[in-house]
């Protein structure tokens, strides 16, 4: 079957109270596309990062209380796990869809990564198109939304996590894509599946700096 992309219901889950009920929603609605997007893209990402890549989607297993507020499936070059690697990432939170590359807390690439942001500083300040600036964001926390947009991050936004990178244990970075939920793309499997590929593609020169 041929991924039908996102609806606004799937984003809805995230307003259901309760953690059961709305891990229950998320099974049932969401998981099975996260799962068929996985499949679908792990053979464009392992061509394109030039190794295998696995798909790892979100179970929210440790969650005994609170429920979760985003989502995803991940994908690293690790079938045992992404967290501890430079991964790809296609989720949402109750407003949008991201589709970004992060470098997390548990990684030790954070300080490679850290290094080449202020040696390639130039390539990563023109990453992303003129076109898509509004629509790229930058972020130092995976678990909360939002960000910077990559239009308003400069020289000196980047440096600031870059150094935070580089010296605080916690530290993490993500960029990537947000798509509204209400955006019309967001309805067009094949078009999204297209989207994400061409997002990916932009965020690989990125991908390669963490290593």
Not at 111 to 125: E, T
Not at 127 to 144: A, C, G, M, N
Request: proline share 6%; glycine share 6%; charged share 25%.
């Amino acid at each position: 079957m041929d991924f039908q992309g996102f609806a606004e219901k799937d984003f809805a889950v995230f307003e259901i109270e309760g953690l059961e009920p709305r891990m229950d929603a998320l099974i049932a609605n969401v998981r099975p596309k996260l799962t068929e997007l996985g499949n679908t893209l792990t053979p464009f990402l392992s061509a394109a990062c030039g190794e295998e890549m696995f798909p790892h989607v979100a179970k929210h297993a440790r969650r005994t209380v609170h429920p979760p507020a985003d989502t995803w499936v991940a994908w690293a070059a690790s079938k045992r796990g992404y967290k501890a690697l430079p991964h790809f990432q296609v989720g949402m939170f109750a407003d949008y869809l991201f589709i970004v590359m992060a470098v997390i807390y548990e990684s030790p690439n954070k300080a490679v990564l850290a290094k080449s942001l202020i040696k390639h500083q130039r390539q990563a300040l023109n990453l992303v198109p003129d076109e898509l600036r509004e629509q790229f964001y930058w972020s130092i926390d995976h678990t909360k939304p939002g960000g910077t947009k990559h239009s308003e991050l400069g020289k000196d936004g980047l440096q600031a996590i870059a150094e935070r990178l580089g010296t605080v244990k916690k530290s993490e970075v993500i960029c990537g894509r947000f798509l509204q939920k209400d955006d019309p793309l967001l309805r067009d499997g094949e078009a999204l599946v297209k989207t994400i590929e061409d997002t990916f593609e932009t965020l690989l020169p990125l991908y390669k700096m963490s290593f």
